[in-house]
């Protein structure tokens, strides 16, 4: 069974960056597109991010584009969301998904293969 585990969130202020990680367990990483959501206090959960397989295909949000970054290491079973010039509305819960169909990804997502419990990520004024 495939685990996905997020790691990185924290405290920063606005403006400034953090990287999340999220490590997959339990199978080959290579078989999985993986992708990012969030999900602000009092909000719907909503898409981030997706990378498929071997980084041929990127999605994004379009209120993300030029701050966030997606990117994975396949060796290391570990994909990371890079995130510069953060603002207090990019605060919320961050997770983790993976699939093995990328057409799952977005707004309405789609069944994943394993979802993460969460990182909390908060961007102050």
């Known amino acids: 069974q495939v685990q996905v585990v997020e790691s990185g969130g924290g405290l920063v202020q606005a403006g400034g960056s953090l990287r999340l990680s999220c490590t997959l367990s339990?199978?080959?990483?290579?078989?999985?597109?993986m992708g990012w959501y969030r999900q602000a206090p009092g909000k719907e959960r909503e898409f981030v991010a997706a990378?498929?397989?071997?980084?041929?295909?990127?999605s994004l949000r379009d209120s993300v584009k030029g701050r966030f970054t997606i990117s994975r290491d396949n060796d290391k079973s570990t994909m990371y969301l890079q995130m510069n010039d953060l603002k207090p509305e990019d605060t919320a819960v961050y997770y983790c998904?993976?699939?093995?169909?990328?057409?799952?990804?977005?707004?309405?997502?789609?069944?994943?293969?394993?979802w993460g419990k969460g990182t909390l990520v908060t961007v102050s004024n």
């Open positions: 990378l498929s397989r071997r980084d041929a295909q990127t």
């Open positions: 998904a993976a699939s093995k169909f990328f057409q799952n990804f977005g707004d309405q997502p789609g069944a994943m293969d394993s």
């Open positions: 339990g199978r080959s990483m290579v078989i999985y597109h």
